[in-house]
């Protein structure tokens, strides 16, 4: 799964015995700037008191009335007066430690330069794309240069009092550190030149014609394997280079796939994601990724996960291409893991060793014959090829661990065999919705917002979820029960 070089935002022992050193220093300095203010008002002091003496002597007069404490009536400022204080800037990369060693290395966030943000003036609305859940897209020109973008303005939440919102924050964080051709290129950040009037953040985002949801609910006939394997290439580099890059993005899903006219995939809306480390945190957020892309591993409550969950999403947006439906589209949380259970069969401790030991999987009450415990993805997609069904299989494995990682996607076997993926450049062209009239609102359910609260899955009865299933091929409806 993910490699096991260190990670630069991982919270490891190296960095608590840099942050206790760094503390260390800081409370050295402290003490040598007082000491170095306490002698200088000594001799201010003594300086003071020689004057006085000499003006009394001078001039004598009664002696000045003493206080009940016997300190002077206005209390004299210990702090040293600007500009005498011996602090220096350090420029130096290591880190004298007051005993004379030399110590690590410090290493400085480069938080960039500040630069003041264009004002969103600078383009030109041309129409209005899609409101998503954190922000508005639409296309605009740039008034200069001519080029057509998508500018996205976010939407700011009063949990966040007013501010930018987290999830703003987070996508502008991790688009920035992002550089991938299959990943969609924030050009800058605008602003509103009225900073008074709410809604003034808008990321501008190179253009894409299309997403993959708009084309599978719009095109006549399905994709051809050729072009489903360079789609599925496509994203599974992209997200190869996230995890590489100890990004999570825990939101894939059709409608955040991006195509352009020359075939070219693009992964959007980092609003769901996160720098990791690895080990990843303990405690990571449960409530993410839209329902029907989510893992049974989230769905069971995990608080750890790791890249399995993207490559979870992957294998839903894989069946996603083959049908062109969502292809697990459950009303809510349980019936989701009811759809996955269906599907991928009831996980056993054979096949999913310690899932059992997950918040919501304790209570669970699930059917105890073995027919099923099999995987019925295979029977669902007869016609694919063996590989993949393979890839797909493992894709949806319930167990997070035998899921293939990003970069072993890249080189499954179905992407070798015939028909060979098809080139980018001869990919079919669509009409574009996004350069025409705003996209109609979709019924699909979106990813979750921050604050929501997860679904208690403690106690549901699963047990009678395949009753009747030796007759009918597993997949009829049943109904779930909460106990
Ligand atoms: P949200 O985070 O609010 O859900 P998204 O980033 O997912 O917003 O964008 C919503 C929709 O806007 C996408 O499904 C896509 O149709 C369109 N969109 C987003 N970014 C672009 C872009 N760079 N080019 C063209 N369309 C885009």
Known sequence: MASKAKSRWADDEQDAELEAQRR????????????????????????????????????????????NSGHPAKR???????????????????????TGEKTHKLLRFDGGAFRKARSVENYDKLNDIEEGSYGWVSRARDISTGEVVALKRLKLNPKDRGGVPVTGLREIQVLKACDHRNIVHLKEIVVNDDT??????????????????SILEDMPNPFLQSEIKTLLLQLAAGTAYLHENWILHRDLKTSNLLLNNRGQ?????????????????QKLTQLVVTLWYRSPELLLGTPTYNTAVDTWSIGCIFGELLTREPLL?????????????????????????????????????????????????RARFPTLPS?????????????????????????????????????EAFFPTYPSKAGQERRRKRETPNAPLRGEKAVDLGHVDFSGIFAGREKEERGAGFALRMV
């Not at 995939?265 to 945190?281: S, T």
């Open 387 to 423: 590989a993949g069904a393979a890839l797909l299989n493992s894709l949806l494995a319930l167990d997070p661990e035998k899921r293939p990682s990003a970069k072993q996607i890249l080189a499954h076997e179905y992407f070798k065999q015939d028909p060979k993926p098809k080139q």
């Open 76 to 98: 004299r400022k210990l702090s040293p007066e600007r500009g005498t204080t011996t602090t220096q800037t350090q420029s130096s990369t290591t880190i004298a430690n007051g």
């Open 24 to 67: 260390k220093e800081k409370e050295e300095k402290k003490r040598l700037k007082a000491e170095k203010a306490k002698k200088l008002e000594a001799e201010k002091q003594a300086r003071e008191a020689a004057e006085a003496a000499a003006t009394t002597r001078r001039h004598p007069s009664p002696s000045p009335p003493e206080t």
């Open 265 to 281: 995939l693009k992964i959007a809306d980092f609003g769901m994601a996160r720098f990791v480390g690895d080990p990843p945190p």
């Open 196 to 213: 008074s009037r709410l809604e003034s953040i808008f990321l501008v985002m190179e253009f894409l014609e299309h997403d993959l949801k």
């Open 329 to 377: 589209q459950g009303k809510n949380e349980v019936d989701q893991l009811t759809k996955i259970f269906e599907l991928c069969g009831i996980p056993t401790e054979e096949t999913w060793p310690g899932f059992r030991r997950l918040p919501n999987a304790k209570g669970l009450r699930l059917p105890q014959n073995s027919t099923t415990t099999n995987s019925l993805v």
